[in-house]
């Protein structure tokens, strides 16, 4: 139970006290109502005893009695009724108006409970506590004393129980509300005072003996008459008044009278002194006492004096019209189940008792009973006050306590003679209690005799009243005596109802006695209360014996059998007493050593329902939100919506629509697990109570709970939405609002506009720069404010979700903005004056629906209709124009929120409400709010103070700044294809767009895939290439010249000269490292425009070639346009547009190439700087399904600065090499030197292309677009090493001459450069492709790098095996070792070459030796001096020898040492003799060969000819 003021044994004091009555003369009573107050309500103040009295037991011992409390009040008769158990009307409704005037008092220290791990605010400060999401419950604990534990005071159910307790009916069982002693009071003003006693004596003689009336009951017969003449200081003769009470002293004696002087001021006079009022407090309790407890509707007055109850007739209760149905308060809105959240929403349910509620509801009225301005004891000074205090005292100890002294004994001689037991029951209680028990008989075996009537003189019944009177003077021991022998005795008559009272007092008796000499017997209590419930079927005894036990219960610390106790006394005849009993059974759950919250929290629910019942809307309220601590939070939803909703509905009632709001809000907001029904309920009445309260004061938009928005996945799109394609023209995809936001491809983006932004910077990006972001969502950065451009849609997109299963319509909905006008074209913007920052916000125009809003400064897009299906997330975009420049500050949505006009349907077709006309929120109640987009940026996590606290960044994406005009680039292309093959080239066009009114220029490109495309060279113009779409389709995208009739395939190549940077690649594409999605800053290309910029309005069309990708497969190749403003100074430096294409590439050809060494004599002039063989294998790896019949090899051509093609040794027969599917050719060429020995380096050095064609037409290489992808191609890694070093190199080694200087970097340079061919081979080839019956030519080119001599190169780069799974290494590795060339490398440094004639004739019958001249030619082919060394002689065991049968012999010197220098050229001549005829292999010379300035090094054996065969003819 809850902390109660008193302690548990004043409660049970203060609840039986001795009763006195009062019977006031007509002139006595106009002295006190000069006061406006009767004579009982004078005294009542002070009628607690502040000192102690004494009296004797019947053993003569004297007894303290202390702190007693005596009640004093008017005489009230009724004509004899049958008692009754049951509450009568009056008593009901004022025991319900106790309650509901005792609220808890607003504004005091919250109440809170520590229960596990609940902090409860067990609320004195209601309206606090009515919100159910007033969740700061540690906050308000550390505001409280610093007392550990907290208990609630529940003063509303204190005040019930001592009304109720003060107000119980007399009864005839027992006699504890019996009248002891009546007070005679006749006014000092009377001309015979004394006959007025006589009357007054005689008065209350007949109504105690006459038998007319039942009420009041006496005590005992003779009553104790104290005589009292009440002497108005004001206007009576003091001493007259004394003369008569000395009279009154000689007829009554001493202590049967007293002379009380009061009104010793005027009420004028006491208008300046400010007397203290202590009578306000028991008024009301006063008119509870005094007010008839049964039904008679016609009280008889004792002396015409009427005595009010003061209580007006209750027609509302809380505010709130309740109906009387058969004598009870019944609310109108609470007839269902205690735990049914609402009708059915297709029965006139909760929506039409709220309506009806809101209509009739009427102010409450002014607090009843005495008016609050009235003031009491106007005529008393605090003289008086002592006075009336000390004739209290004085009539307790010389009158009442003598009188009830006196009684005692007698009823004590009276039993003592009747029992015949020993004089005295103090000394008979052992022999009493010491025999044989009588077995106490269980209640169901007692027949029913409630109805049985002791007489007056019944020896039981005096037992019963001596310990009545014994318990009134406390004297417990005693008392429990009696009780005790009582009990037995009407037990043995099955007297139930007398000996239910002797069980309930004896408990009580027995908890009270000092020093508790027995246990108290809750067994008792018990009993009784079954007996008072079921037998005497009287459940205001039931009540109050329930009452007293609990109490004590509870301060026995027993909190479950007291809880257990009040919930067995709820029943349905009362909904008050129900509700109070389960609400302390809560707080005895929740003070038990370990709390039970959950019961507390069930209890407290079920106490709410009841209040509700009983009218007392504030205290159900009160109840729920307490329990809604409980249950908020835990997963209960069901629990949660039912508490909810009630508070909605009990706050709207008692006209606290805020929080009926909110408690809405909190239903509708949780995920719910009602039904759709319920929850189109709960809609419905949201709206309607939303309705009013927005209605009521008009102010800024309220925000609504529905539909649910995800704040942080809103996206900000600037700019056009993307243009869909016109016919042929494909737009640039650019980004857009359908495209997910991918974080490698941003990546990519930033890094290719850094990129374009370089190299429009001259090489560095500026420090402000930002990469531009045209698409803001929750994973970009946005931490500045964006930039927009005026008169360019700023589109938001907004996700909205419905969590009901029920539709919802929103209707006008749009963006709510704050915008602050900036001119960005002063040179100082950030100077601007206060004037000129006047913030334009469109919050009033956007909170009327349809009115115009501020288009002038920004247009606001309006959608009429967004229709959300039940649980449905569904995205809207929103649109705003601005108009001017400035500062943007996008707030939130405005909507219109309603339910369809069935919300319980969910089949409701969406197209047709996306209508105008469908489920418009004209069906149905429709409200018009807001809701804020307010998003939280990323949490800071760089400093100390950020990581070790949670703080968050700006999020300022909805922050746009509003800049001055820019240009605006629009793409589209022509003939774009989709699938390409493998190397295939193909001419399309792009036609670029200013959209804008400003003047546009420096357009660039970037690219993923630089050597995708190219838009040509500027420098070359092409005109034999159409240069238009509807140029003819078969057209070769190729310069071509035809080949000069006669001329044979294979011929004598064409040789043009060109520089890379022609095609403005400078060197940067093959050295600077172009290779994949990499790209290096020299992969930008500028594109061309008529004068350099693009005026407003105007378009140009660029042809653009394509090749497709090397490697087969699905390509995503990004494109980056650049562009900028022809007006600087902008607050945006340039703008960029992305274009994405996927590229289909299909296998076409492979080609593998490899060149070799000539060891043949130059034949042409050409050839004499030396030569080699290039062989070259193309393979037809097509697959069938692309369609291509076959492909011509049409020309092959080769680009290097040292080495060019000379001639087709085996061309083939026909002009094309014709290859079908899966067949291979063969093609073998002659490459020879460029240049004379030197090749100079410079950086504009440039390429010779030289082109051999296999057909009739000739192809020139060195223009668009064939040189252009040359020069884009994608290196092999290897390849890609500074061409500097090899002139470094050069230079080194000369200048260390010959020596040990050099290291072993220089031997790897040299010998390097011997096997170097760096040439690279251009095959074109042609393709016949049938497509829809039409056959159609393809044309391509493929690139092959040759690098080195003997070493196979191909135009398809191989992929690399997955590495298995490599160890990890904890230790750095060391550098590697220079290495040093390998024996393969150093076997290259000398070519040979034998001359001699192939045939030889010689008669050897005429000479025996036949000598052949033979020369030796050796070439270095190095850049260094080489010393070499010949040696002639025979090795019978080299392989070639032993080919060859016969043996010949070198004549002369055998051995040569010889020195070349760089690149020179030595002949040595030899003769070879032989013997006899035959054919000989003279290829046995041996040359060994090492680098001059290597002196350590030994010589390598170099790599000898083919076998040089000579034929030995015998001429005779």
Not at 825 to 845: C, L, T
Not at 965 to 974: A, D, G, K, Q
Not at 1005 to 1027: K, R
Request: aromatic share 8%; charged share 20%; proline share 6%.
């Amino acid at each position: 139970m809850a902390q109660c003021v008193q302690s548990v044994q004043e409660f049970i004091q203060d609840s039986f006290v001795p009763m006195v009555a009062v019977l006031c003369s007509e002139d006595a009573e106009k002295v006190t109502r000069k006061n406006n107050l009767n004579f009982s309500e004078l005294l009542r103040p002070f009628c607690r005893l502040t000192s102690e009295g004494h009296m004797r037991d019947p053993n003569n011992q004297v007894q303290v009695v202390k702190n007693l409390r005596i009640s004093v009040n008017n005489v009230v008769t009724r004509p004899s009724v049958p008692a009754s158990g049951v509450p009568g009307h009056a008593h009901r409704r004022l025991l319900s108006e106790v309650v509901l005037t005792c609220q808890p008092a607003e504004g005091g220290v919250a109440n809170v409970i520590t229960a596990g791990d609940y902090d409860l605010n067990i609320s004195d400060r209601s309206l606090k506590a009515s919100v159910p999401w007033y969740s700061d419950w540690r906050d308000t604990l550390t505001e409280l004393s610093t007392s550990k534990h907290y208990t609630a005071t529940t003063p509303w159910f204190e005040a019930y129980r001592e009304s109720f307790l003060q107000s119980m009916p007399a009864s005839d069982h027992e006699f504890l509300n019996h009248y002891l002693a009546c007070l005679l009071v006749v006014s000092s003003s009377e001309a015979v005072p004394v006959e007025k006693f006589l009357k007054l004596s005689q008065e209350q003689h007949r109504i105690q003996h006459s038998g007319e009336y039942t009420n009041p009951k006496w005590f005992i017969p003779n009553t104790l008459k104290y005589y009292v003449l009440l002497h108005d200081m004001s206007q009576g003769d003091e001493q007259r008044a004394d003369s008569v009470y000395e009279d009154m002293k000689q007829r009554y004696g001493a202590q049967g009278c007293y002379l009380l002087k009061v009104n010793s001021r005027t009420a004028a006079a006491g208008a300046d002194e400010q007397i203290p009022d202590p009578w306000s407090q028991y008024l009301h309790k006063s008119s509870l006492q005094s007010q008839d407890q049964y039904e008679d509707p016609a009280p008889v007055v004792v002396n015409n004096m009427a005595v009010e109850n003061n209580v007006g007739g209750t027609s509302e209760v809380d505010g709130h019209d309740s109906e009387e149905k058969d004598g009870v308060l019944v609310n109108s809105l609470d007839s269902t189940h205690p735990l049914q959240l609402d009708a059915p929403s297709d029965t006139p349910g909760s929506l039409d008792a709220l309506r009806a509620v809101a209509v009739e509801t009427k102010p409450p009225p002014l607090a009843t009973g005495v008016a609050a301005a009235t003031s009491h004891g106007a005529c008393l000074t605090l003289n008086d006050h002592d006075r009336i205090r000390l004739f209290i005292q004085e009539f307790t100890f010389r009158g009442l306590l003598p009188h009830i002294e006196k009684n005692i004994r007698q009823l004590n001689d009276q039993l003592v003679s009747r029992k015949g037991l020993s004089r005295s029951l103090f000394s008979a209680t052992k022999k009493w209690f010491g025999g044989g028990k009588v077995p106490e008989k269980s209640i169901a075996e007692l027949k029913n005799t409630s109805g049985l009537l002791y007489p007056p003189e019944a020896p039981e019944l005096q037992i019963r009243k001596m310990a009545d009177l014994c318990f009134l003077v406390q004297l417990y021991d005693l008392a429990y005596s009696c009780y005790h022998t009582a009990k037995k005795d009407f037990l043995s008559d099955q007297a139930m109802l007398y000996a239910a009272g002797a069980l309930e007092m004896a408990a009580v008796s027995a908890f009270l006695q000092v020093g508790a000499p027995r246990p108290y017997p809750a067994h008792y209590m018990d009993t009784a209360i079954q007996t008072y419930r079921d037998v005497s079927k009287n459940m205001v005894l039931a009540e109050r014996c329930a009452l007293l036990s609990a109490e004590i219960l509870k301060s026995q610390a027993k909190y479950s059998d007291a809880a257990t106790l009040l919930i067995k006394m709820t029943s349905e005849d009362s909904d008050l007493r129900s509700a109070l009993l389960l609400e302390q059974a809560a707080h005895c759950f929740i003070n038990m050593r370990n709390p039970m919250v959950r019961k507390f929290a069930f209890h407290m629910i079920l106490a709410g329902h009841r209040f509700s019942k009983a009218g007392q809307k504030r205290h159900a309220l009160r109840c729920y939100c307490q329990a809604m601590q409980v249950y908020k939070g835990k997963g209960w939803s069901l629990a949660e919506d039912h508490i909810n909703f009630t508070i909605g509905r009990q706050s709207f009632t008692l006209r606290q629509p805020e929080n009926a709001v909110t408690a809405f809000r909190h239903i509708l907001t949780n995920d719910s697990q009602q039904t759709s029904t319920q929850q189109g309920a709960f809609l419905r009445e949201y709206l309607y109570v939303y309705k009013n309260v927005t209605g009521a004061c008009e102010v800024a938009l309220p925000q609504l709970p529905l539909p649910c928005i995800n704040s942080s996945a809103t996206r900000v799109y600037f700019g056009h939405e993307r243009r869909l394609a016109e016919g042929e023209k494909q737009a640039a995809t650019h980004v857009s609002l359908d495209q997910e936001f991918d974080r490698d491809l941003a990546a990519m983006w930033q890094d290719l506009e850094e990129q374009v932004v370089a190299a429009a910077k001259r090489g560095v990006v500026p420090a402000t720069f930002q990469p531009t972001q045209c698409c803001l969502n929750s994973q970009t950065d946005n931490l500045r404010f964006p930039l927009a451009v005026v008169e360019e849609p700023i589109i938001v997109e907004v996700v909205f979700r419905n969590p009901l299963k029920v539709p919802l319509v929103l209707s006008d909905l749009s963006l709510l903005w704050k915008f602050t006008l900036k001119d960005f074209n002063r040179p100082h913007p950030q100077e601007d004056s206060v004037g000129d920052a006047v913030a334009i916000s469109n919050e009033k125009e956007a909170s009327i629906p349809r009115t115009p809003q501020k288009d002038d400064v920004i247009a606001t897009e309006v959608i009429s209709e967004f229709y959300l299906s039940p649980e449905e997330t569904k995205l809207a975009r929103l649109k705003l124009l601005p108009h001017q420049t400035g500062q943007l500050n996008i707030l939130g949505l405005v909507y219109n929120l309603a339910s369809t006009s069935s919300t319980g349907d969910t089949t409701i077709n969406s197209t047709a409400a996306s209508q105008s006309e469908g489920p418009s929120a004209a069906e149905g109640t429709s409200v018009r709010g807001r809701q804020d987009l307010e998003i939280q940026g990323p949490r800071l996590n760089q400093t100390k103070e950020e990581k070790t606290s949670v703080s968050h960044g700006p999020d300022r994406r909805l922050d746009p700044t509003i800049t001055p005009p820019m240009p605006l680039l629009e793409v589209f292309f022509l003939q774009f294809p989709t699938a390409l093959l493998c190397g295939e080239i193909r001419k399309a066009y792009v036609e670029f767009c200013n959209m804008s009114r400003v003047t546009l220029c420096g357009l660039r490109v970037a690219s993923t895939h630089p050597d995708f495309f190219t838009f040509g060279s500027s420098s070359l113009a092409t005109p034999l290439t159409p240069l238009s779409p509807t140029s003819f389709e078969n057209c070769s995208a190729y310069k071509t010249l035809a080949t000069p009739p006669g001329a044979t395939p294979g011929s004598v190549a064409a040789v043009t000269l060109v520089s890379e940077g022609d095609f403005g690649s400078g060197t940067g594409l093959r050295g600077g490292g172009v290779s994949g999605a990499g790209m290096g800053g020299k992969g930008i290309t500028e594109i061309p425009l008529g004068e350099g910029t693009l005026k407003p309005g105007e378009s140009t069309q660029l042809p653009l070639w394509l090749r497709g990708p090397d490697q087969e497969g699905v390509h995503e190749i990004h494109f980056l346009f650049y562009y900028e403003s022809a007006e600087k100074g902008g607050k945006i430096s340039h703008r960029v547009l992305r274009h994405t294409v996927f590229i289909c590439a299909s296998r076409s050809l492979s080609v593998r190439a490899t060149a070799c060494r000539s060891n043949t004599l130059p034949e042409e002039e050409e050839e004499r700087n030396g030569s080699m063989l290039v062989f070259v294998d193309v393979e037809n790896i097509n697959s069938s399904e692309a369609g291509v019949r076959e492909f011509h090899i049409a020309q092959v051509s080769s680009s290097s600065k040292q080495w060019r093609l000379h001639k087709c040794i085996n061309p083939a027969e026909d002009k094309d090499c014709k290859l079908t599917s899966r067949e291979r050719g063969k093609l073998c060429f002659r490459a020879t030197r460029c240049k004379p020995l030197q090749v100079p380096l410079k950086a504009a050095e440039k390429y010779t292309f030289a082109d051999l064609s296999l057909g009739n037409e000739l192809i020139i290489t060195s223009t668009t677009p064939c040189a252009d992808f040359f020069f884009r191609r994608c290196q092999p890694l290897e390849s890609l090493r500074p061409p500097v070093a090899m002139e470094i190199q050069g230079r080194h080694s000369r200048s260390q001459g010959v020596g040990h200087g050099g290291g072993a970097k220089d031997i790897a340079g040299v010998v390097r450069k011997c096997n170097e061919v760096d040439l690279d081979i251009i095959i074109l080839w042609k393709a016949f492709v049938v497509e829809d019956n039409k056959q159609v030519i393809l044309e391509g080119q493929l690139h092959v790098a040759l690098q080195t001599i003997d070493k196979e190169a191909c135009s398809l780069t191989q992929k690399e095996d997955a590495q298995e799974m490599v160890l990890l290494k904890f230790k750095p590795e060391l550098p590697p070792p220079m290495t040093r060339p390998s024996i393969e490398q150093l076997s290259h440094l000398i070519k040979t070459n034998l001359q001699y004639p192939e045939s030889y004739s010689h008669p050897f019958n005429q000479k025996s030796l036949c000598m052949v001249p033979v020369t030796l030619t050796l070439s270095n082919c190095s850049m260094a001096q080489v010393d070499v060394i010949i040696d002639l002689r025979h090795k019978t065991t080299s392989p070639e020898s032993l080919e060859v049968h016969g043996s010949f012999t070198w004549l002369g010197q055998t051995q040569f040492k010889l020195q070349l220098g760089a690149q020179e050229v030595m002949r040595v001549q030899l003769r070879a003799c032989f013997l006899h005829a035959g054919v000989y292999n003279l290829g046995t010379p041996r040359v060994f060969a090492k680098l001059a300035d290597q002196g350590a090094m030994c010589e390598t054996s170099q790599q000898t000819a083919t076998p040089a065969l000579i034929i030995i003819i015998n001429s005779t």
